[in-house]
């Protein structure tokens, strides 16, 4: 069986994280944000260390493992009835995160909307990124550099997922709107899709 799936796409910064709570925070939507799980990891554990090691450089953690920390924690939810794969729309936010990942998980995923958060201004997103990092002490959004970096990245690796899905789920929705503004278009677009 494959999951009912809506992706969020956009560059650090642009509002996935925020507008993926806030779209889990609704029955039958669950959310999940790998970068989230990342961050949950236990420090000194051998998946802990890796993600530390490519995010404090502003890169992606190797397929395979990202990969394998989505299933386990979606076979947890499943098991401890917090997702119901049969009921429930899939919010993704964080993955696929490439053209890879999103071949290895076509066999699990329905892929119905992408809402893609686009910005025209990415000194916008990098402010924003900045003040990020003094609110949630993200070491990732501490360093200019680094924040570089995953904006390069996001043009280079995760673009090409829209791609890979072609132009019929796709929705652009403008991140640089307030939080309100942005939610409203993103409700107006699953409504479309999903009645
Ligand atoms: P942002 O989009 O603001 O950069 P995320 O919270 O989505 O932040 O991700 C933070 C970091 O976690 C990424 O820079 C990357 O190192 C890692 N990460 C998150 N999701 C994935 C994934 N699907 N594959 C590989 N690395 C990931």
Known sequence: MKYRTMLLVGAPGAGKGTQGKILGAIPNFYHVSTGDLFRNLAPESELGRIYLDYSSRGELVPDEPAIRLWRQHLATATHEGRFDP?????VLDG????????????ESLEVRLILYLSCSDMNKMVLRLQRRALRESRLDDANTTVIRKRLDVFDAENKPVLDFYGPDPLRAIDALQTPFRVLRDILQAV???FG
Do not use: G, W
């Open 95 to 106: 993955i696929p995160r490439n053209a890879n990942q999103a071949r290895m998980l076509s």
């Open 191 to 193: 409504e479309e899709r």
């Open 86 to 90: 049969a009921a429930d729309i899939l």
